[in-house]
């Protein structure tokens, strides 16, 4: 017992550092912040093997305590989200598409900033997005910025495209069900390209049977599609019809206008190839 009362005095007792000074109250302060690092057992609370106080963290000890607290909690929140941000996208550059490289020149945007900062009741309500336009007008880009505001957030995304899906599915027939419920886990699912994928019966049935899945769970799904809102409404045969009805019931659409921003991405860079050449014959 003896041993132990060491033990617990050595723990309870406060070793001065240099500056410390001891207060007229009889505690020991710090000699920098000039507030206590003890502090006396409350009223009516026996002293602790003899002694009538305990050790405290004085301002500057209690600083540095939060910092490392608020560091250590950043690094774990950066940690989660790079493995969310793994985990939801096949094309790794999609992960540093975010509102912030948002140069305005796409109006719809601000439908995508009110998604991400109202999921909560997008989820609720279950009301997913139907993004329909031309090639190039940043359909994905939208989509992209949404999963990665809501993983910021610690909120998983999958972000794949049916091309994709069908490849896993066709590796074997054992373990369907299980994927496309995986599928259905994340509170968002967002299906890219949907209508560039082979039309074949088997695909056009297990698309129907990810969109259907997705429905009975409940949970939101936002896809981009390069088929006109027309075509979605006015389906060419049956098989179609179910997934266009249930993609139609699940998604608010969302027309893409405007100029092709990969052609001027493209451009861009064309005539940065020149200025350069221009610059290196004029040397």
């Not at 602790?48 to 301002?59: S, Y």
């Not at 949907?194 to 074949?200: D, N, Q």
């Amino acid at each position: 017992m003896n041993g132990f009362t060491d033990i617990v005095s050595k723990v309870m007792e406060v070793r001065p550092d240099e500056g410390d000074y001891t207060g007229e109250d009889g505690l020991l302060y710090c000699g920098k912040c000039h507030t206590p690092k003890e502090a006396y057992f409350e009223d009516g609370h026996a002293a602790l093997f003899g002694r009538d106080r305990h050790p405290t963290n004085c301002a500057c000890q209690q600083k540095r305590y939060e910092e490392k607290r608020l560091a250590d909690q950043q690094r774990k929140h950066e940690d989660t989200v790079k493995e969310l941000k793994k985990d939801c996208f096949d094309t790794p550059k999609l992960r540093n598409w975010c509102f912030a490289q948002d140069n305005g020149a796409n109006p719809q945007m601000k439908h995508a900033r009110f998604y991400a900062d109202h999921f909560d009741k997008m989820q609720a309500e279950n009301i997913g997005y139907l993004l329909w336009g031309s090639v190039g007008t940043g359909k994905s880009f939208f989509a992209a910025c949404i999963a990665n505001a809501l993983m910021e957030k610690e909120i998983p995304v999958r972000m794949t495209n049916f091309a994709a899906v069908l490849n896993d599915l066709s590796g074997s027939f054992e373990g369907r069900n299980q994927y496309i419920a995986r599928l259905c886990r994340y509170p968002l699912l967002i299906l890219d390209d949907f209508g560039m994928e082979r039309g074949t019966e088997y695909a056009l049935e297990q698309v129907y049977n990810v969109i259907d899945s997705r429905y009975r769970s409940g949970k939101p799904l936002i896809v981009t599609t390069n088929l006109s809102l027309d075509e979605l409404q006015h389906p060419q045969d049956t098989p179609h019809a179910r997934i266009y009805d249930r993609l139609l019931e699940m998604c608010a659409p969302i027309l893409f206008t405007g100029k092709n921003f990969r052609r001027q991405t493209a451009q861009s860079k064309l005539d940065r190839l020149k200025a350069m050449i221009k610059e290196k014959e004029c040397l």
